[in-house]
């Protein structure tokens, strides 16, 4: 017998949704997309008329309390991740949280102490996770192929020159280092196995206290150096790369965040380039599939909750070397 899907309500009519949820939950991930909920029902009843979802709900409350509904996707804003989240697992139900978990790693604390209270399944979504690449960068990494590690460095630099969007309002947890550079950050600490010690941050704001850029000097155990670079609206219009330099070759990956569109893998060693391509589905696919099973409990989830936490406190350090203080507070 097939296992009965997985049935998804979302809170709030994010533009993110159908790429993130809608579209991949149709492409056999064992998920469905039952009921989405707005503060506004008129918005909510459009978006679903437009991805054919069944159900609507004029609050976030009403759909945690369908009881059709097994799981929650929280696409809110940065500020009320910790809100929803923790609300949503008291009302029983699992989550998938888009990145970052909170506002800050205090609000994450609390939000994987209600996860653990609840004993429903709290993954934050970090879908690059998902794809065989990510599997791939680190087996490489791990291997000895590239000697002993050196140097790690990241970047996650996009254009979005929206001053009006709520990733540059500082009320809602904005900036370029809570949303381009949690994946920059996440993918630094992916593949250095370990967490590190902020050295010194740079930023380029905005507004006051809100980055449009950010470049964090980096330190991993055993003198392993790093860098992590994000931006939102830069000179850098667009720069999404990993790179890990050995003592006998080089690690080198253009786009490791949504690989499925395109990406590049090079190996240097020896004076010799090696490319490699590394198939799958969408990450928000691969992602999906990890959750429904995750939740069946034929795999473990990823990231843990460990991880998702060490991310936020490293994203906290990064905004306190920069003198820009924590988001949410």
């Known amino acids: 017998m097939t296992n009965p899907p997985l049935r998804f309500g979302i809170l709030g009519a994010a533009r993110i949704a159908p790429m993130a949820l809608v579209r991949p939950a149709r492409e056999g991930t064992g998920v469905e997309v039952v009921a989405v ?3 506004d029902e008129r918005r909510a009843r459009a978006f679903a008329r437009r991805h054919r979802i069944p159900r609507t709900h004029g609050s976030y409350a009403a759909l945690l309390a369908d009881p059709e509904v097994d799981a929650v996707y929280v696409p ?9 989240t923790i609300r949503a697992l008291e009302a029983g139900k699992h989550v998938l949280c888009e990145k970052p978990l909170a506002s800050n790693a205090a609000e994450a604390a609390l939000v994987i102490e209600a996860a653990h ?6 993954i934050e979504a970090f879908h690059w996770r998902h794809h065989p690449l990510a599997a791939r960068m680190r087996e490489i990494v791990t291997s000895g ?3 002993e590690i050196r140097r790690v460095e990241t970047a996650m630099c996009i254009p979005l020159p929206l001053p009006g969007d709520i990733r540059y309002r500082l009320d809602l947890g904005g900036g370029a280092t809570m949303d381009t550079g949690c994946y920059a950050i996440d993918i630094a600490r992916f593949l250095a196995a370990a967490e590190p010690e902020v050295i010194s941050a740079t930023a380029r704001l905005s507004s006051p206290r809100v980055d449009r850029w950010m470049r964090a000097e980096l330190r991993f155990p055993g003198g392993v150096e790093g860098r992590a670079t994000c931006a939102l609206f830069s000179a850098t219009l667009v720069d999404v790369r990993a790179r890990v330099v050995g003592s006998r070759g080089e690690l ?4 490791p965040v949504a690989p499925h569109l395109f990406h590049r893998l090079s190996v240097v060693s020896g004076g010799a380039i090696r490319r490699e391509r590394i198939e799958g589905d969408t990450t ?14 034929e795999r473990e989830a ?3 909750l460990a991880s998702s936490l060490a991310n936020m406190r490293a994203i906290d350090a990064v905004y306190d070397a920069a003198g820009l203080g924590l988001r949410g507070t």
């Open 37 to 39: 909920a707005a503060r």
């Open 76 to 84: 809110l804003p940065n500020s009320l991740h910790a809100e929803w």
């Open 117 to 122: 209270r609840s004993g429903r399944l709290l």
């Open 145 to 147: 192929e590239l000697g």
């Open 252 to 255: 080198r990956v253009f786009n």
């Open 284 to 297: 928000y696919s691969h992602q999906l599939s990890a959750f429904a099973a995750a939740v069946r409990g």
């Open 302 to 304: 990823s990231p843990s």
